[in-house]
């Protein structure tokens, strides 16, 4: 069975801290990565990750991916009270089918 | 431009009635749409995905259904709804070659 795991499931930290969230699967037919910022309603784009070991970056978040180990991090530094809000982690498969791990529920207080 | 319409924004329904929650896409063609379901407070569920009209793939068997009528049209669908049924639903797309776009979404509650 597809398998999307990702940790911590909720995490509060304080303005300027610096986190970091996984991501594990298990799935057949593996072909990329996916991450997402989820606030009030619709999932927003922040990552796709296809090759291992290349980092990704966009201001203060960056992204990577691990095939060997079937993982990847998303990072965040000097994190902001506007970070808070669940991250979404999602394989894509071959087949163009498009599933998501639990989420981790970031909350960044002042 | 490429843009996904999806309606309701909210939805508050008796146990037992029907639904049909619509997700249309524009300025594209032969998109990949999905419908999926959000619990509060977790992650998102795949329910249906479709590769082209006609093609549903179900993941989670329950008492919804999904149908795609046309190219550009996506239908989330239930004879009877139960409680269990209350979530946020999102629909999406992708056109090959391209990222995963969601729609706004459906709050939908069953009371």
């Known amino acids: 069975e597809d398998k999307v795991v990702q940790s911590p499931l909720s995490l509060v930290v304080h303005e300027g801290d610096t986190v970091t969230l996984n991501c594990s699967y298990e799935?057949?037919?593996?072909?990329?990565l996916l991450w997402y910022k989820q606030e009030k309603k619709a999932p927003t784009f922040l990552f796709m990750l296809t090759s291992s070991g290349i980092e990704k970056k966009s201001g203060r978040l960056s992204s990577i991916l691990d095939k060997k180990e079937l993982s990847s991090i998303l990072n965040i530094t000097a994190t902001q009270t506007g970070d808070s809000a669940i991250y979404l982690c999602?394989?894509?498969?071959?087949?163009?089918?498009?599933?998501f791990g639990t989420g981790t529920r970031l909350q960044v207080f002042p | 431009s490429q843009t996904i319409h999806q309606w309701p924004a909210t939805l508050v329904q008796p146990v037992g009635s029907p639904l049909s929650l619509e997700c249309t896409v524009e300025?594209?063609?032969?998109?990949?749409l999905y419908w999926y379901r959000q619990a509060a407070g977790r992650g998102l569920q795949l329910l249906f995905y479709?590769?082209?009209?006609?093609?549903i793939s179900s993941e989670v068997p329950q008492n919804l259904s999904a149908s795609r009528p046309q190219d550009r049209q996506f239908i989330l669908s239930s004879k009877k709804l139960l409680l269990s049924d209350s979530g946020f639903y999102l629909c999406a797309w992708r056109a090959p070659g391209n990222g995963y776009t969601f729609g706004s979404g459906t709050r939908l509650t069953v009371v």
């Open positions: 479709s590769v082209g009209i006609g093609q």
């Open positions: 300025g594209t063609s032969n998109p990949n």
């Open positions: 799935v057949t037919n593996f072909r990329s």
């Open positions: 999602s394989p894509i498969f071959i087949t163009d089918k498009l599933i």
